[in-house]
């Protein structure tokens, strides 16, 4: 069909969508030159592409039905209304969100430009967001939602996330509908093409990348190239911002078309003319006025961008590098791609040292929409429904000043990122805001305001409300100047080539640079008690050992060691939200980065945060107090405090002393906190080399709420992993823990002294010179006899789970320097060379004065050890959970958990899946591996307590997993236990065991360790009283309840004593605390009545909620759930919601959520 043909065949169609919409969307699909819909079949996961797609909405305890216009999986969902000409009935005449016509009337959904009409498209796309939520369970959310008037309009909404994020207009405001008259336009086709047959296409995050792809290399090279010549890299990137945003201000006329590049150009040839040509060009921009440069008038820009235009000397390959940029498309580039170049740019050293790194698009997504997007849209749900129904019932006043009130709130939001980078999570979080700002302008407009002219004249979000606070002054800088682009380019996407107001870059100094978690009143060199200036290495500087040709650390390169005077805990400005992604610095490496003065001081004034918690826990701990603080706006006061923040952290946050933040805030009897959202172990790509990394987010608001949490389920390398990888999530609902988890409590169980003092992470060496061959080692008692007692059989986690080549240890603990120098020359000198040089840079003063022993010698737990031939070890972090003897003697190290149990019986319950399972539930991960943290996985573990006949055969099971394993692998000593484990997993799971598997199977007898793992289950189950039935979830229930148990036990004086020899040689009871012990039955709710809001928008959000809370329900018993609410109130809330698509109307005069 001709597309003059299809316009005028449909621009007059009228009456019921039923009637014509199959019609149009086929023809449509002609015009465009895609597949038409295929038949529908008598299975719905059949129809992947169909008119009237079944869904089934699911509702508490029951569900209703609906039929999606057009479907086609993975793709779209379109609802069609129909709407009739212009001498319909006049708007007053025929009020808003009645119930549709019968068919018959065939009048359409009320006439075109009406109130009636807008109301119907309104309610369309949010029938359409339901279907989307619907079919998302087993299709995942489509990526656009199209709603169509026959024959008059196409409204585009879009989510590129896959989680259901939330569907805005596409590509924005102004051109999200599409008219009949618009199809003339080849690129409008395109795009309807492309969301049929290539959707994902259309992500402007991706169309982004590709500009970023297209150029970080040759501005990497650029940047590389100036620090080469010796030029800092501030100044270098200051000067690469003044290039692309020129770049920008060219694309988007804000400076005359291509005149940047035409000048660049020109300096072809002439390279010494570049650099004063340039800063004459800025200083122009700066001041605005002639510039002779380019021989044109200027705006004025200032905003300190341009306040120093220093430009530096280019030679001929960096000016043809400016000029291959300068000829991209810079108008639709990812503002967020500015910081990303110039942060390639730098020198890697740099980069790493100020933990520096690069966040794909969709992640900050992930994390900026349920932080701020979330709760502003169902602030908005409800003021839209208020708006709708003030206006249905002819008081368009006030349904102009509710949206009005929005609007103001919405300019005024504050959203603080203290740890901003290059301005990724602010940038984002301003894009979104703006289309959500589209979303209420829109319905402004609709009402008859004419909301772009209090736009142009300030009224509107604006870089102003979004803070940032970051250390590198290059990158504070880099975030600025990214806020101000993703402005200007909403700007002009919403008012065409309208100007913006002079100067067009504001300074509102609204991006602080400083350190974001302390402050300090001065520093002063920190001297010994000789009065001498206390220096550290300086971290990176290593020179070659002329003995071992090792690279150690150069004891010349020194730096001074300060003291902070008068720290203080740093303050934040005040902001509604906090969103960010911390530095990513760990324990080990904050001693590398910081001195030792920066970290007393922090501790100092954060005595609440562990001092073993990574560094990005002082910014939670910031965060929490803040959220826990806030009050919302009224009529006379603002607000105060934080109402939601979301963070990125190391997967660590799971473990143990990183929890210990989370915990006491998320507890607090009073103000506690809830994690509103959570993904823990979360894909993560570092941008400079590609590393994979594990990530943990959190969300988190003051009060008592449930949250969202994600599980990945599915993940596939992206085709650039810089930008992310695609991931699917698996979504629960219930009280998120500080372990990141729902369901039971482990993290909130109490140690049990019938556990105490057995378990130890094993020795930390702290130095790779205390492990020799064997063979060295077998000189060293040959020429020295006595050293034999010293020199043990070396194990790590490594060793355990796979094979590794065996080691000995030197274990001189208990030795004084002299002793050792004396008794043992050979170990000495040994030690001296290859420990000696790397501890002698160690912060710690202890393994620095003490560098011939183990940084941790683990003397306390010795005592435990003593007696035994034989200890249980296991890994501390492997994806399998895998217990083994090995004798007493052997140094185990830190990567490694050891057990002074000796006992098989002890072997059969770890090696449980009732202990498997409470580890892994207990314990946080490393990367994607599970880690095994003894004071949560051990030390509050209830051991069952068996008869004597039970004892007996469980430790004949222990007896015989240790001897099997231990002979296949001696058998086959290329054998490892976790291609043992591997093969179990799979024999489990049903799946084929062939080719390597097979011979795994066959030299560990694997049909064998299954039933003895078997076998060794039921066992345990008998011991606890238990069924072998249990899932793993009712067995984390039943023992966080057993340990609850154990404990008040415990605090009335009967300990359950794993070894009592040990424990309690005396055999004395331990004595009862004086308080009763009682059982723990949780908080309760209270049963009071909510009062009933004053203002509409607030009725509406409190009837929304109480209709999620009851699933389905009636007027009345909505009312019910109040003080004072008139069913005659409730009830048209409930229809406003229907009509609007937020709720709907099921059988019996019942509404569901």
Wanted: charged share 25%; with cysteine.
């Amino acid at each position: 069909m001709q597309i003059e043909d299809f316009i005028s065949r449909w621009k007059s169609s009228g009456g019921s969508e039923r009637a014509n919409f199959q019609t149009f969307a086929n023809e449509l699909t002609d015009l465009l030159g895609v597949p038409k819909p295929a038949p529908a079949t008598e299975t719905t996961r059949k129809n992947s592409y169909c008119f009237e797609h079944s869904v089934t909405f699911i509702h508490t305890g029951t569900q209703s039905r609906g039929f999606i216009d057009l479907y086609r999986a993975g793709h779209f969902v379109m609802e069609a209304k129909q709407g009739t000409g212009g001498d319909a009935a006049p708007d007053d005449a025929q009020p808003a969100l009645l119930p549709d016509l019968p068919a018959h009337a065939r009048k359409g959904h009320g006439a075109r430009g009406t109130r009636r009409w807008d109301d119907t498209m309104l309610r369309a796309r949010n029938q359409a967001d339901g279907y989307a939520r619907a079919v998302s369970r087993d299709d995942g959310w489509p990526p656009f939602l199209l709603i169509v008037d026959v024959g008059h309009v196409i409204e585009v909404y879009a989510d590129f996330s896959g989680q259901g994020q939330g569907y805005t207009q596409y590509p924005d405001g102004n051109r999200y509908r599409i008219t009949m008259d618009d199809l003339r336009d080849e690129k409008t086709r395109e795009r309807l093409r492309l969301i049929w047959t290539d959707p994902h296409a259309l992500d402007p995050s991706k169309i982004s990348a590709q500009v970023t792809r297209e150029v970080a290399d040759r501005l990497a090279a650029l940047g590389r190239s100036f620090e080469g010549q010796g030029h800092e890299p501030e100044a270098v990137a200051r000067f690469l911002m003044r290039c692309l945003f020129t770049m920008f201000a060219e694309d988007v006329d804000l400076i005359p078309r291509a005149s940047f590049s035409d000048l660049l150009k020109r300096l072809r040839g002439h390279p010494a003319h570049a650099a004063p040509s340039l800063k004459a060009l800025w200083e122009t921009m700066n001041t605005g006025g002639f510039s002779t440069v380019l021989t044109t008038d200027l705006k004025r820009f200032n905003g300190g961008l341009f306040k120093q235009a220093d430009a530096l000397p280019l030679s001929e390959m960096q000016l043809s590098l400016l000029i291959d940029a300068a000829t991209r498309d810079w108008r639709e580039v990812e503002p967020a791609i500015f910081g990303t170049l110039l942060e390639r740019a730098l020198d890697k050293k740099q980069r790493h040292k100020l933990g520096a790194h690069y966040t794909p698009r969709a992640y900050v997504e992930r994390l900026v929409v349920p932080t701020i997007i979330d709760p502003l849209r169902a602030d908005w749900r409800d003021v839209q429904a208020a708006a709708v129904a003030l206006a249905a019932q002819g008081r368009e006043d006030e349904a102009r000043d509710t949206v009005r009130a929005f609007h103001a709130r919405l300019c005024e939001i504050r959203v603080l990122d203290p740890a901003c980078g290059s301005g990724n999570f602010l940038y984002v979080a301003l894009e979104l805001m703006k289309r959500l700002e589209g979303e209420v302008t829109a319905l402004l407009a609709d009402l008859g305001e004419d909301q772009g002219a209090l736009s142009l004249a300030g009224h509107t979000v604006d870089p102003h409300q979004f803070l940032g606070i970051e250390l590198n002054p290059w990158a504070a800088a880099v975030a600025e100047l990214v806020l101000w682009i993703g402005y200007l380019q909403w700007h002009f996407r919403t008012h065409g080539k309208a100007s913006p107001a002079e100067p067009v870059l504001r300074d509102f100094k609204n991006i602080e640079n400083r350190d974001a978690v302390l402050t300090w009143a001065g520093t002063k060199p920190r001297l010994d008690d000789a009065g001498r200036p206390v220096t550290r290495w300086d971290g990176q500087t290593t020179i070659t050992h002329p003995v071992t040709g090792e690279q150690v650390p150069d004891p010349a390169a020194r730096v001074a060691v300060l003291d902070y005077l008068k720290p203080q805990a740093a303050k934040w400005p005040e902001a509604e939200y906090i969103i960010g992604n911390p530095p990513f610095i760990g324990l080990r490496t904050i001693r590398q980065s910081y001195d030792d003065g920066y970290l007393e001081a922090l501790r100092a004034v954060y005595p609440k945060v562990p001092e073993n918690a990574d560094y990005v826990m002082y910014w939670w701990e910031k965060a929490a107090l803040a959220a826990r603080g806030w009050k919302p706006a009224t009529d006379k006061t603002r607000a105060k405090g934080t109402r939601r923040f979301g963070l990125i952290a190391t997967n660590s946050l799971r473990q143990t002393f990183n929890r210990k933040v989370l915990e006491p805030h998320l507890s607090d009897p009073k103000t506690p906190l809830s994690l509103t959202f959570a993904i823990p172990d979360h894909p993560w790509v570092d941008a400079s080399d590609g590393a994979a990394v594990r990530i943990a987010m959190t969300v988190a608001e003051a009060g008592k709420a449930l949250g969202q949490l994600g599980t990945v389920a599915d993940e596939r390398k992206g085709e650039y992993e810089a930008e992310g990888r695609p991931v699917r999530f698996q979504i629960e609902k219930g009280r998120i823990f500080a372990d990141l988890r729902i369901g039971a409590d482990v993290v909130g169980t109490s140690e049990l002294k019938a556990n105490g003092g057995l378990g130890c992470v094993g020795f930390q060496l702290t130095g790779q010179g205390f492990l020799l061959s064997p063979s060295h080692a077998a000189k060293i008692a040959e020429i020295e006899p006595r050293s034999e007692a010293h020199l043990k059989p070396w194990i790590g986690g490594l060793a355990i789970q796979r094979y590794a080549e065996p080691k000995i240890a030197i274990d001189v603990c208990g030795l004084s320097l002299d002793e050792l120098r004396t008794d043992f020359p050979l170990i000495f000198q040994h030690l001296k060379d290859t420990v000696w040089p790397e501890r002698r840079e160690n912060t710690r003063k202890s393994v620095r004065e003490h560098w011939w022993v183990y940084g941790e010698a683990r003397n306390t737990f010795r005592p435990a050890l003593a007696g035994l031939e034989r200890v249980i070890v296991t890994s501390l972090t492997a994806a399998q959970r895998i217990f083994v003897f090995t004798p007493a003697k052997t140094i185990a190290d830190s990567t490694t958990v050891m057990f002074a149990l000796d006992d098989a019986l002890a072997m059969s319950v770890l090696s449980s899946r009732y202990h498997v399972v409470w580890a892994l539930g207990a314990g946080g991960t490393l990367e994607d591996r599970p880690r095994y943290n003894k004071s949560l996985c051990f030390d509050p573990f209830p051991f069952p307590d068996p008869t004597d006949a039970q004892k007996t055969y469980l430790r004949s099971l222990g007896e015989q997993l240790d001897a099997h394993r231990k002979a296949q692998q001696k058998a086959h000593p290329k054998l490892t236990l976790t291609a043992m484990y591997n093969v179990l997993e799979k024999l489990r799971a049903g799946e084929r065991i062939e080719g390597k598997d097979r011979e795994t199977y066959d030299q560990g007898l694997i049909g064998i360790l299954r039933d003895l793992h078997d076998q060794i289950d039921t066992a345990v189950a008998e011991a606890y009283g238990w069924p072998a039935t249990l899932t793993d979830d009712e067995i984390l229930h039943r023992l966080v309840d057993l340990n609850r148990t154990r404990a008040a036990e415990e605090a009335r004086g009967h300990i359950r004593w794993l070894r009592a020899d040990y424990q309690n040689p005396a055999g004395r009871a331990a004595v009862a605390k004086g308080e009763q012990a009682t059982m723990d039955i949780g908080p309760t709710e209270s049963t009071a009545k909510a009062p009933w809001p004053k203002t509409l928008p607030e009725q509406i959000a409190a009837v929304r909620g109480a209709l999620g809370d009851l699933g389905t329900a009636t007027p009345e018993q909505v009312a019910r759930q109040f003080q004072r609410a008139r069913v005659t109130s409730v009830q048209p809330l409930l229809e406003s919601l229907a009509a609007l698509g937020q709720a709907r109307l099921v059988e019996g005069g019942r509404f569901a959520a």
